[in-house]
């Protein structure tokens, strides 16, 4: 079966501290990808970023940055002096590669506050 | 401007009727999807569609009717066999069934009175 965990339910942080997003998937597939969104208070869900499942190297944008390691099965998203503005909902997901129609297994979600 | 839309905004609408919930897309993509959204919970899909005249169902179709009759529209109708329809719905969207990424319209807000 295809899962994905977020634990933390919701996280509260004050302004410029970082913040790390758990992100837990199971999976049986040896080829998969990986993603984050983000959903502000307006409701739509905002792509950022996809990493499949032959690419274990970090990445960075900016103030966001990722933690892929597949033998832990973790995904996880850590944002640097975090901001007002990054208050919003994040999911992680999981789509299968070879299971067309490209449908997506969500998270439930964390909620983060950033307080100024 | 490329992009999903989606209307009405909120939707309210009596026990036993039936509602269509709107999603355009002007990206010229060939899949498009339906997920629902409840509180505490991640998105769920409902329905998708790969190419114009065909869909399928996905993890929760149950009360839930869809079309595609064009590749830029993918309407959603909520039947009064649904029996928890209060949530929020989100329409997606990618360039190909194959594509990795799926991008969202703003949603749609459904309340049963």
């Known amino acids: 079966a295809q899962k994905v965990t977020q634990a933390q339910t919701e996280i509260s942080v004050v302004e410029k501290e970082d913040v790390t997003l758990d992100c837990v998937y199971e999976?049986?597939?040896?080829?998969?990808?990986l993603f984050w969104y983000k959903q502000p208070p307006s409701g739509e869900l905002v792509f950022l970023i996809r990493?499949?499942?032959?690419?274990?190297q970090n990445e960075i944008s900016g103030r966001y940055s990722w933690n892929f390691q597949k033998s832990t099965s973790s995904f996880n998203f850590t944002i640097t002096a975090s901001q007002v503005v990054d208050s919003a909902v994040y999911f992680c997901?999981?789509?299968?590669?070879?299971?067309?129609?490209?449908?997506?297994?969500f998270g439930a979600g964390t909620i983060l506050r950033v307080k100024s | 401007d490329g992009g999903i839309t989606q209307s009405p905004k909120y939707l309210f609408r009596k026990e036993g009727q039936n509602v269509t919930l709107s999603c355009e897309q002007n990206?010229?993509?060939?899949?498009m999807y339906w997920y629902r959204q409840d509180p505490g919970q991640g998105l769920r899909l409902i329905y998708y569609?790969?190419?114009?005249?065909?869909?399928q169902k996905g993890d929760i179709a149950e009360g839930y009717s869809v079309s595609r009759e064009k590749k830029e529209s993918f309407p959603l109708t909520v039947t009064s066999a649904q029996k928890n329809p209060t949530a929020f719905y989100l329409c997606?969207?990618?360039?190909?069934?194959?594509?990795?990424?799926?991008?969202f319209g703003p949603g749609t807000r459904l309340t049963v009175l």
């Open positions: 997606a969207s990618s360039r190909t069934p194959g594509a990795d990424t799926q991008y």
């Open positions: 999976t049986r597939d040896t080829t998969y990808y």
């Open positions: 990493r499949n499942s032959f690419d274990e």
């Open positions: 997901a999981l789509r299968r590669s070879r299971e067309y129609g490209n449908k997506l297994v």
């Open positions: 990206l010229n993509h060939d899949a």
């Open positions: 569609s790969q190419i114009v005249n065909d869909f």
